[in-house]
Structures are given as C-alpha cells and as structure tokens.
Nanobody
Framework: QVQLVESGGGLVQAGGSLRLSCAASGSIFSINAMGWYRQAPGKQRELVARITSRGSTNYADSVKGRFTISRDNAKNTVYLQMNSLKPEDAAVYYC??????????????WGQGTLVTVSS
C-alpha cells in the first residue's frame, strides 16, 4: 500500500502565501507523475498542477504565474508553493501520486486532503 500525508493548509489573507507538502510512503517502487488537485464546495475536483518524474510541469490557467509545483524524488515528496492567493483559491487540496508498487502494480494514490481558506 501507499500512503500520502499532506500538510501546510490553513487560513491566509488574500495576497498571502502557503506551501503545501505531500509525502508518499509505503510499498513504493517508483513514482511517476505527482500532482495537486482541489475541490471547492459545490464544485468538481480540478487539476491545479502536475509534475512528471522528469520535472515537466503543467498548471491550471487560473494558477499560472502564482503557484509552483516541485518535487524531491529522494524524499518522495511533492510541494505546491502558492503565492498571491485569492479567495477563489479556497478549497480542499488533494495530493495525487501515480505510483508503481514493489509488487509491480500501478496505483493511483490520493491524500486525505488539506483545507486552504483565503479571507478577503
């Protein structure tokens, strides 16, 4: 099994910054893409940012220029630096890792979610 533990959410004023972290552990052979998704109340879960094992990134248009995704492969950890936060960024943020386990299974793992609240 693979476990993802997220941290870094919280309450911030508009214009402020937060850094989310997600550490993967368990029966991991390798991790391919890692990403962050978010879900606001009454809305569907959406991709925020994604990074491949080679470091290629893509972002939702709404966060380009404000958010930066990065990863530390040695620590099986992905980060999301969020700057210039807006009230519309408020949501539960979920970490996702596309893993290959030690039993050679492909596993799409999800974190439990971390709440980001942005006050105006």
């Amino acid at each position: 099994q693979v476990q993802l533990v997220e941290s870094g959410g919280g309450l911030v004023q508009a214009g402020g910054s937060l850094r989310l972290s997600c550490a993967a552990s368990g029966s991991i052979f390798s991790i391919n893409a890692m990403g962050w998704y978010r879900q606001a109340p009454g809305k569907q879960r959406e991709l925020v940012a994604r990074i491949t094992s080679r470091g290629s990134t893509n972002y939702a248009d709404s966060v380009k220029g404000r958010f930066t995704i990065s990863r530390d492969n040695a620590k099986n950890t992905v980060y999301l630096q969020m700057n210039s936060l807006k009230p519309e960024d408020a949501a539960v943020y979920y970490c996702n890792c596309q893993t290959v386990t030690t039993t050679w299974s492909a596993l799409d793992a999800w974190g439990q979610g971390t709440l980001v609240t942005v006050s105006s």
